[in-house]
DNA sequence: GTATATTAGTTTCAATTGAAACTAATTGCA
DNA sequence: TGCAATTAGTTTCAATTGAAACTAATATAC
């Protein structure tokens, strides 16, 4: 009998990994946010969109929505947003005149620079109650998740009885 | 230099544990609402409900809100909504007539019934992914984030500049 | 005891969301 | 080539959201 054990027909939230999985993110991102959304006046998506940006650049629309699990609606407003607000970027991709290639303004560049710091401040306080170890740890633990939900969407969907 | 060692002023969204907990987070809810939310016409914030409910019988909807982490709104109208389902009824409480008292009809119980085997087996097939230590592993790391934010909400309050 | 402050929950209203329809560009293939 | 199918991204519109205002009940202060 683990810590984990139940019996099968009975749904404890407090072991129940989605519902905790939801409930520590919705927690986090809403203390992340906090830090940055009203100083540098950007919505949730627009920051998602620059921070993917700041670390891939020249991504297409479709590949920022990918990388950050938001839909195409979301991103086009986002990136329309930030573009109204020379935060970002958008071409035309030379070979493909469908596909935008995104990328941060030099403005973009500044604020993503001094966002990075006091987002990377916040992760490190949240990591100071794991170990080094713990952190490479849970690490290893969401790429296993990671990989598995990727397995399940791909079953789920030959089965769609 | 251990897995999550990084220049101080880099993003590598990749390694970001807030980022990471968004990513796999968004996709499992996802999954999870794919084999609720359609079969059983149920909203995501109504089936949160209906999931405290049936572990936590007889909370105010302050208490549900606390526990799924949704505002009083959503609440207010996730419950107004399984009400006229005439899947979860509302009392008042005898010595507070300000606050009801929230508990699954027989049909709202007869639903989670139906529901609450799906989702665990879904939780069985994501947790495959994972030696049985590896899961008591995942929740004593998450458990010790969620504290974590606690404390870390208590300083921010106390310095709101 | 009455007036004020606080708390639980609902309603209103403006902003955000996403599904579906659309535009424009590209690919496939007869 | 040329025409149907697909793909990238945007726009439209109806549904969902949450902040602020509100109602009703309780707690606190004087």
Not at 83 to 96: F, T
Not at 138 to 160: D, G, Q
């Amino acid at each position: 009998m683990t810590k984990t054990a139940r019996k099968s027909d009975v749904l404890e939230l407090e072991h129940f990994l989605p519902y905790r999985l939801s409930h520590i993110t919705a927690i986090v991102s809403a203390q992340l946010a906090e830090r940055y959304a009203e100083p540098f006046d950007l919505s949730v998506p627009e920051w998602k969109v620059m921070a993917v940006l700041g670390r891939f650049p020249d991504l297409s629309a479709n590949e920022v929505g990918e990388k950050t699990v938001m839909d195409k609606v979301t991103v086009s407003r986002a990136v329309t947003r930030l573009s109204e607000k020379s935060c970002v970027r958008r071409r035309l991709a030379k070979d493909d005149k469908r596909r935008s290639v995104l990328s941060l303004t030099s403005k973009g560049k500044a604020i993503h620079r001094e966002i990075v710091p006091m987002v990377l401040h916040y992760e490190r306080e949240l990591m100071e109650s794991l170990t080094v170890r713990e952190r490479d740890t849970l690490s290893l633990l969401i790429e296993k998740l990671e990989k598995r939900t990727e397995m399940l969407a791909a079953n789920y969907l030959l089965l769609p009885s």
